[in-house]
């Protein structure tokens, strides 16, 4: 009798209807069976105009013996503090395939580009144990979300020169389980509903480009079969893998009183005119960065082309100026990105009030 293999063992990129002919760009492609690797099944796609059938795949996946969700688990495990022997060993218990050690050495040096936290691993160990570095709490908002940030990182951004002003950043995210005010996520109007979204975006400037976070989207999106679990397991991947990352899914929260000194402050409205009395508003950060002398909010979109949330971020932005003492709006980059573009604006040239005549 013939091994099946199980479901997981298919590789999820390869059964997405590839847009273009990798050969000739046509259009004209259809479904030519699949192809059993050693550790898992690939969908094998046919151009009917030139003829030549293939199997879609980002650079890193191709010509590899192992599946590319064993190599970012293992850089994962890694960077979470375990030696490369504790690494081989929770693999190979893992996924029952006996991996070489100097097979995961050789995986963490091809993508150590891209993982930047290996430079502060050392100091990281030192401070945490491996199951300790990261700290998660599942928050019950109307649906659950999964609060996590980075221990290490928060250490050493305090014991640094570069980034030290930004201490406050890391006592707000550690005081989150503490002062979160759940009751206020139940009710609250969402930050993505708010008529601030109506602001002239003339004046603003979008920067695209493309940058860590998109190259890790590009790596890491393919392995996903399952469209529901692509924000958790990105921030996982970038929490634990670069270095700016400090936390993901951070809620953030405007009472009624702050929202009235941001609308005298900025002129703006941040309510719908349906909103209860009393009402707040509410929502959570995809991820929260520290780098370039600035405060990062990033937002993955996987329609980042059409789907512009330039006022959703800027309302978490000006959240975030009235829950960390001294951090302005100035301190603030927005961005939102997908696996192919990154799109980074100030939220303080939305908000600038317009010169009186």
């Known amino acids: 009798m013939t091994r099946t293999l199980p479901r997981i063992a298919r590789v ?47 650079a890193a996946l191709r010509n590899k013996t192992y599946p590319l969700r064993f190599v970012l688990y293992a850089i994962t495990l890694y960077h979470l503090g375990y030696s490369l022997d504790e690494t081989v060993s929770k693999v ?44 998660a709490i599942k ?11 980075h221990r290490a990182k928060l250490a050493l951004l305090r014991q640094g020169k570069e980034h030290a002003r930004f201490a406050a950043v890391a006592d707000f995210l550690e005081r989150v389980p503490a002062e979160c005010p759940h009751e206020l996520f139940q009710g609250s109007e969402r930050a993505s509903k708010s008529p601030l979204a109506a602001l002239d975006t003339k004046r603003l400037i979008v920067t695209s480009k493309e940058n860590l976070a998109t190259r890790m ?66 929502g959570h950060i995809d991820f929260l960065q520290i780098r370039n002398g600035a405060v990062h909010i990033l937002d993955y979109k996987p ?9 959703q971020l800027t309302i978490y932005a000006l959240a975030l100026t009235k829950l960390i003492p001294g951090l302005k709006l100035f301190d603030i980059k927005c961005a939102w990105f997908n696996e192919e573009e990154y799109c980074e604006f100030f939220p303080r040239t939305l908000l600038a009030r317009k010169p009186t005549r």
């Open 12 to 58: 999820p990129h390869t059964n997405k209807t590839p847009e273009r002919c990798p050969h000739c760009a046509s259009a004209d492609i259809m479904r030519k069976g699949i192809r059993k690797k050693k550790i898992e099944i690939v969908q094998v796609w046919r151009c009917t105009s030139c003829k030549r059938i293939f199997t879609p795949a980002p």
């Open 92 to 135: 190979t218990s893992r996924y029952g395939h006996c991996i070489g050690r100097s097979t995961v050495a050789n995986w963490l040096a091809e993508h150590r580009a891209l993982t930047t936290y290996d430079r502060l691993r050392e100091g990281g160990r030192r401070l945490f144990k491996p199951s300790q570095i990261i700290r």
């Open 139 to 149: 928050l019950y908002h109307r649906q659950i979300y999964k609060f996590e940030y």
């Open 217 to 282: 989207a590009g790596l890491v999106i393919p392995t996903i079969g399952n469209n529901r679990q692509r924000h958790e397991e990105l921030q996982r991947f970038m929490l634990a893998n670069d270095s700016t990352t400090v936390a993901v899914e951070v809620p953030i929260w405007i009472d009624p009183r702050a929202i009235a000194e941001l609308e005298r402050e900025h002129g703006i409205r941040l309510l719908p005119d349906e909103a209860p009395d009393g009402a707040g508003i509410t």
């Open 303 to 311: 329609d980042a082309r059409t789907n512009r949330p330039v006022a």
